[in-house]
């Protein structure tokens, strides 16, 4: 079952940026740990911070067998239309991730345009949080995860 996870903006500072939100780890150690703990799965992994380059990451695998997108869109969580404008167009369900709890933070932090577009939302596990979103698209029954589910 092939599931990409999507990071956007910054996050390719993790462990190094800001870590009393998002920790001492960096993102690509993270992946290799849950590489071993869902061997079942085919993990692709893609950062950008680039909003155009998000947007064509998502159409890419929206529509070519992907059971599943983990997206953290980072700051563009709360300003980009666009991003969820192409949520909203793909197939392949999304579940929305975010490392920090966004309703602990700052209060432009707390909206989310992706959410109504999105599966599901998880936040404040810090890593965690993707974890938890593998572990939604792994239980699924592959009659569940049929394209449009997250409409």
């Not at 500072?13 to 869902?38: A, C, I, P, V």
């Not at 933070?105 to 979103?133: M, N, V």
Request: hydrophobic fraction near 35%.
């Amino acid at each position: 079952m092939k599931i990409s996870i999507i990071n956007g903006p910054n996050l390719n500072l993790l462990g190094r940026r800001e870590t009393q939100h998002y920790g001492k780890r960096s993102f690509e150690d993270y992946l290799k740990e849950l590489q071993e703990d869902f061997p079942e799965l085919e993990l692709e992994y893609f950062q950008s911070n680039h909003e155009g380059e998000l947007i064509d990451k998502l159409h890419e695998v929206g529509f070519h067998g992907y059971k599943g997108i983990v997206l953290n869109a980072g700051g563009y969580t709360h300003t980009s239309v666009a991003l969820a404008d192409a949520v909203a167009a793909i197939e392949t369900p999304v579940v929305e991730v975010h490392i920090s709890n966004i309703y602990a933070r700052e209060s432009f932090r707390h909206t989310s345009l992706l959410a109504p577009k999105c599966a599901g939302s998880i936040s404040g596990f810090g890593l965690e949080s993707y974890r938890l979103a593998l572990h939604h698209f792994f239980r699924l029954k592959p009659r569940k995860l049929g394209f449009g589910a997250h409409k």
